[in-house]
Nanobody, 129 residues
Framework: QVRLVESGGGSVQAGGSLELSCAAS????????MGWFRQAPGKEREGVVF???????TYATTVMGRFTISRDDAKNTLYLQMNSLKPEDTAMYYC???????????????????????WGQGTQVTVST
C-alpha cells in the first residue's frame, strides 16, 4: 500500500500560480503511473494530468500549456506546477498512483478514478476573479 500526502494548495487570483506536491511513502512500484484528479463541488472527479513510469505525460486539453507535471522518483514526490490559473480550475485536487503503465496513451478525461488504487486526501485550490 502506498500513502500519498498532497500539499501546496491555496487561494490565488486568476492568472496566478501554484505548485502542488504529492509525497509518496510505502512501496511505490517502478511501473506505477501517477497523476492528478480534481473535483469541483457538484461535479464528478476528473482526470487532469498523468505521468507514467517512463515520464511520458498526458494532459487534459483544459490545462494543456498551463500545467506541468513532473516526478522525482529519488524523492518519491510528484509535482504539479499550475500557471495562468483560471476560476474554473477551482477544485479539490487529488494525487493518485496506480498500476496503469499505459496511462500516457489516453486523454485524461477518459481515465477513470477506479483505475488508481492509491489516493491522497486532497488539497484545495481556489482561484478568484
Amino acid at each position: 500500500q502506498v500513502r500519498l500526502v498532497e500539499s501546496g494548495g491555496g487561494s490565488v487570483q486568476a492568472g496566478g500560480s501554484l505548485e502542488l506536491s504529492c509525497a509518496a511513502s510505502g512501496h511505490l512500484y517502478s511501473t506505477y503511473a501517477m497523476g492528478w484528479f480534481r473535483q469541483a463541488p457538484g461535479k464528478e472527479r476528473e482526470g487532469v494530468v498523468f505521468i507514467d513510469a517512463d515520464s511520458k505525460t498526458t494532459y487534459a486539453t483544459t490545462v494543456m500549456g498551463r500545467f506541468t507535471i513532473s516526478r522525482d522518483d529519488a524523492k518519491n514526490t510528484l509535482y504539479l506546477q499550475m500557471n495562468s490559473l483560471k476560476p474554473e480550475d477551482t477544485a479539490m485536487y487529488y494525487c493518485a498512483a496506480g498500476r496503469f503503465p499505459s496511462c500516457a496513451a489516453f486523454e485524461p478525461t477518459y481515465i477513470r478514478p477506479v483505475l488508481f488504487e492509491n489516493w491522497g486526501q486532497g488539497t484545495q485550490v481556489t482561484v478568484s476573479t
